[in-house]
Structures are given as structure tokens and as C-alpha cells.
């Protein structure tokens, strides 16, 4: 009994850990959330569909605050969910086809580069207007959301970044409202589809799913909170070191499993 309620306290504290940094940087809470359920005895299948269930909590709790600010634009929303989902039901339905070290090490290089690229660009000026798009740059913009999409669906840490990233430097936002999309709709709508594909294919841990939940939700509110009284400043700063550090962990990892 003691050990499982000392589980149970860990997992809430590991949950919120990740789920605040998640929610100020938009996105890799499964860099400390994932690996925190296989060393506490998850095989890799059953953590993921948990992790991915518990991260569904994650954009409920940052879409709490949000949802005060008024940040979402229908429009979009609409091109979020709508080429987005379809990838992560690709995705989600093709993973268990990919060498898990070669995905993993593939994510961790785009990871990285995405870090070290924003932290080469825009130093100055931290605020946006919506870009003027195009036919083609739309289609373009659209296509990419649909990979990350499938990225989504397959993989487990780090695509919310590459969300975030190209909300700011293709459709023009910044950083914060950037952010706000990400965990509201990839949270929520892209995680939850991605649940429950998983979640059909393998078992799910339920009995540690409340306190990954109360964490989640907890964590999501207080990130959201904190990025929206900050502003772009730290949430792009943070959104780098969450990079370059989900980046070189998933290289890291890749390379250890391959040797």
C-alpha cells in the first residue's frame, strides 16, 4: 500500500513537472512524463497509450485559462483540426510499422534543428499580426500540418513544438497565441484522437491515470497562466531550451537502444 501511494504522489509531481513546462513552451511533456511511466515498469506500447490519454488533460487545463483570453481564430481552427487530424490517424495506425530507434532519432534531429533555429531568428521583434496567405502558401501550410499531424500520431514527444513553431513563422502569430492553439488543439483534439487509436491496440494503465490527470490538468492551468502574464518573451525562450533539450534526450535515447 505504501508503495503504490508513493507511485501515485510521484506521478502527480511528474505530471505537473512536465505539464507546466509543456504549457509554457507548447509542447514536450512527454520528454520527463513518457520516460517517468517506463522506469516506473510500463513496456513502451502501454506507456505511450497511457501518456497519451493523461496528455488530453493537458489541453483541457491550458484551454481553462485560455479560453479567457479569447485567443483562437475560427479560422485557423479549422485548418489546425482539419488537415491535423487526418495525419494523426495516419500516423496513429501506422507506428507499430516504423523501427521505433530510427523514428525516434529522426524526431530528436528535427527537434533540435527547430530549437536552434528559432533561438537564430526573431530576437527582436516579439509580436505578430496574421500573415496575408495566399492560395499556395494556404495548401502549403496546410500540407505541413497534415505531417506533423502524422508525426503526431506516431511518435511521442515533441511534435506540439513543431506546431507552435510553424503557427509563428508561417500563419504569422506569436508566440503566446501560438502556444494557446497547440495545447488547446493538439492537446485535446489531436492527443484525444491519438488515445484512442492507441488506446484500441494496447492496454491502458487506468489506476494511474486520475493522478497523471489531476497533474495534468493542474500543470496545464498553471503553465497557461504563467506564459499569458510573461508573454512571448519567456515562452519563446522556454520553447528553445524545451527543443534543444527534447531534441538531444531523443537522439540520446535512439542511440543507446541502437548500441
Same mark, same amino acid.
Given at each position: 500500500?505504501?508503495?503504490?501511494?508513493?507511485?501515485?504522489?510521484?506521478?502527480?509531481?511528474v505530471s505537473i513537472t512536465s505539464n507546466f513546462l509543456s504549457a509554457l513552451s507548447g509542447g514536450g511533456a512527454g520528454l520527463?512524463?513518457?520516460?517517468?511511466?517506463?522506469?516506473?515498469?510500463?513496456?513502451?506500447?502501454?506507456?505511450?497509450?497511457?501518456?497519451?490519454?493523461?496528455?488530453?488533460?493537458?489541453?483541457?487545463?491550458?484551454?481553462?485559462?485560455?479560453?479567457?483570453?479569447?485567443?483562437?481564430?475560427?479560422?485557423?481552427?479549422?485548418?489546425?483540426?482539419?488537415?491535423?487530424?487526418?495525419?494523426?490517424?495516419?500516423?496513429?495506425?501506422?507506428?507499430?510499422?516504423?523501427?521505433?530507434?530510427?523514428?525516434?532519432?529522426?524526431?530528436?534531429?528535427?527537434?533540435?534543428?527547430?530549437?536552434?533555429?528559432?533561438?537564430?531568428?526573431?530576437?527582436?521583434?516579439?509580436?505578430?499580426?496574421?500573415?496575408?496567405?495566399?492560395?499556395?502558401?494556404? $495548401? /502549403?501550410?496546410?500540407?505541413? #500540418?497534415?505531417?506533423?499531424?502524422?508525426?503526431?500520431? %506516431?511518435? @511521442?514527444? *515533441?511534435?506540439? &513544438?513543431?506546431?507552435?513553431?510553424?503557427?509563428?513563422?508561417?500563419?504569422?502569430?506569436?508566440?503566446?497565441?501560438?502556444?494557446?492553439?497547440?495545447?488547446?488543439?493538439?492537446?485535446?483534439?489531436?492527443?484525444?484522437?491519438?488515445?484512442?487509436?492507441?488506446?484500441?491496440?494496447?492496454?491502458?494503465?487506468?489506476?494511474?491515470?486520475?493522478?497523471?490527470?489531476?497533474?495534468?490538468?493542474?500543470?496545464?492551468?498553471?503553465?497557461?497562466?504563467?506564459? $499569458? /502574464?510573461?508573454?512571448?518573451? #519567456?515562452?519563446?525562450?522556454?520553447?528553445?531550451?524545451? %527543443?534543444? @533539450?527534447? *531534441?538531444?534526450? &531523443?537522439?540520446?535515447?535512439?542511440?543507446?537502444?541502437?548500441?
Open positions: 500500500m505504501l508503495s503504490e501511494l508513493f507511485i501515485q504522489l510521484l506521478l502527480i509531481i520527463i512524463q513518457l520516460p517517468a511511466l517506463i522506469f516506473l515498469g510500463l513496456p513502451f506500447s502501454k506507456a505511450l497509450a497511457t501518456h497519451k490519454v493523461a496528455s488530453v488533460a493537458l489541453g483541457l487545463g491550458a484551454s481553462i485559462r485560455h479560453y479567457k483570453e479569447k485567443t483562437l481564430e475560427t479560422k485557423i481552427t479549422l485548418f489546425v483540426l482539419g488537415f491535423g487530424l487526418p495525419g494523426v490517424l495516419l500516423g496513429a495506425n501506422t507506428i507499430f510499422a516504423i523501427p521505433s530507434e530510427i523514428a525516434t532519432f529522426s524526431l530528436g534531429i528535427m527537434t533540435l534543428c527547430l530549437g536552434i533555429y528559432s533561438s537564430k531568428s526573431y530576437q527582436d521583434k516579439l509580436s505578430y499580426s496574421n500573415k496575408s496567405l495566399s492560395n499556395q502558401r494556404l $495548401i /502549403i501550410g496546410c500540407f505541413i #500540418l497534415f505531417l506533423i499531424g502524422v508525426l503526431n500520431g %506516431s511518435l @511521442t514527444s *515533441g511534435t506540439g &513544438l513543431f506546431v507552435t513553431l510553424w503557427l509563428v513563422k508561417w500563419f504569422g502569430l506569436s508566440y503566446t497565441r501560438a502556444v494557446a492553439y497547440t495545447l488547446i488543439l493538439v492537446g485535446i483534439a489531436w492527443n484525444g484522437t491519438g488515445a484512442i487509436v492507441l488506446g484500441l491496440k494496447n492496454e491502458i494503465q487506468w489506476f494511474w491515470l486520475p493522478s497523471l490527470i489531476i497533474g495534468s490538468l493542474t500543470g496545464g492551468y498553471l503553465g497557461a497562466h504563467i506564459g $499569458i /502574464i510573461k508573454g512571448d518573451k #519567456l515562452v519563446k525562450t522556454l520553447f528553445e531550451f524545451i %527543443s534543444i @533539450t527534447i *531534441g538531444i534526450s &531523443l537522439i540520446v535515447k535512439s542511440i543507446s537502444h541502437i548500441f
